[in-house]
């Protein structure tokens, strides 16, 4: 069957009705990858779910598809969110797609290059604040509940109800629910919708069990696992960059619920992640998403994992977003050598390659 989508894919678990007129780029039915290199580094069966690959290279879109169907449907003409730069990104597309406005607020200086150059390209209303992401969050709560600008931030309820299909997908690619599932937590919502799809896939039979939910935080943007908000959050991973996320309650919930933890991850920790799991399964990925692999990584080291246990790591955003990291943070840079077979050669015998 050809693929059209995650509302064409779950319309039943959707708010969608005949009347809805689908905004759909096609996105969900994500990779789902055994990663045996990893597996083997730390005693447990670990996949990654490459969310990298939607069309605009983050798990925004399985959101989005469904925030914005719904605001068409309701009349909207514009839509508006703030950003650390995937959902600006995604928002930005789907308005394409649907031919309505897009007004974007990011922070200036902290949106990844990627993220950045798609916002425009795509044709949205690119604002940069002197401020965070919770300033700007704040300002665009203010402005669309006074102005008819439909909010697509996971405030809204159907960017929930369509992010939690990766959890069916996820149910559906393993043939049941994993006993773990880590993901990098943000503004909480990505955490909020996993929950709530694992929960009721359960419920309609489709699945037999539950994960244990495992949320990661960048440590100097740690409010839910230190318990108190971060005035100036700072990351590497500049995607979580969130000091008050909006759905913090309902990740409180969902951890509870699952009996998961939270923990958090140094920007060291996080870079040594992203390293790993380009050089050990081929997979490049966001710093965001490595923050979840460095997690993984760090309870491993503790022997909190049962053996044969599995888990699924959320790679939630493409690395191609994000160069500067690749490129600067972290220094790699080509050698550079004269056009000379010996000055290659020399080279290669330095690097014993041969
Ligand atoms: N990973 C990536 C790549 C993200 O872009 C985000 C959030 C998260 C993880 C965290 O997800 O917020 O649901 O807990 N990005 C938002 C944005 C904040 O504006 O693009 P969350």
């Not at 996971?154 to 149910?171: D, M, W, Y």
């Not at 939910?213 to 005035?231: K, N, T």
């Not at 790591?313 to 690395?319: A, L, S």
């Amino acid at each position: 069957m050809t693929w059209r989508g995650v509302i064409d894919a779950y319309r039943s678990f959707l708010p969608i009705s005949g009347q809805t007129p689908v905004v759909t780029l096609y996105e969900g039915n994500t990779l789902l990858l055994p990663a045996p290199r990893l597996a083997t580094q730390f005693g447990v069966d670990i996949y990654l779910k490459f969310e990298g690959q939607h069309p605009t290279g983050s798990f925004k879109d399985r959101g989005m598809t469904v925030a914005v169907s719904k605001a068409v449907e309701n009349g909207s003409q514009a839509i508006m969110c703030a950003s650390t730069g995937n959902t600006s990104a995604s928002a930005a597309a789907y308005a394409a797609r649907a031919g309505i406005k897009c007004v974007v607020l990011v922070p200036a200086g902290y949106v990844a290059l990627g993220k950045l150059a798609q916002a425009l390209i795509y044709g949205a209303e690119v604002i940069a604040i002197h401020g965070n992401f919770d300033a700007a969050l704040k300002l665009v709560r203010q402005i669309t509940e006074s102005y008819p600008l439909t909010l697509v931030n996971s405030l809204n309820p159907h960017r929930i109800e369509g992010q939690k299909t990766a959890a069916f997908e996820v149910c559906d690619q393993l043939g049941s629910a994993p006993d773990y599932l880590a993901l990098p937590v943000g503004n909480a919502g990505n955490i909020t919708a996993y929950w709530k799809g694992f929960q009721e896939y359960r419920e309609a039979g489709r699945s037999d069990s539950l994960p244990q939910m495992l949320g990661f935080q960048a440590a100097g943007a740690a409010p839910i696992v230190d318990g108190r908000l971060v005035p100036e959050p700072r990351t590497v991973a500049t995607a979580i960059r969130i000091g008050n996320p909006a759905s913090w309650q309902k990740a409180v919930q969902a951890l509870e619920e699952s009996h998961g933890r939270i923990e958090k991850v140094t920007d060291e920790e996080i870079i040594e992640a992203y390293k790993m799991v380009a050089r050990l399964e081929g997979l490049f990925v966001e710093p965001a998403s490595a923050a979840a692999l460095a997690g993984v990584a760090k309870l491993a080291k503790t022997g909190f994992f049962p053996p044969g246990s599995r888990l699924v790591c959320i790679m939630t955003g493409h690395g191609l977003k994000d160069p500067d990291t690749t490129l600067n943070t972290c220094k790699l840079q080509p050698r550079v050598v004269p056009g000379e077979q010996q000055a290659v050669m020399e080279l290669l015998h330095d690097l014993n390659v041969i």
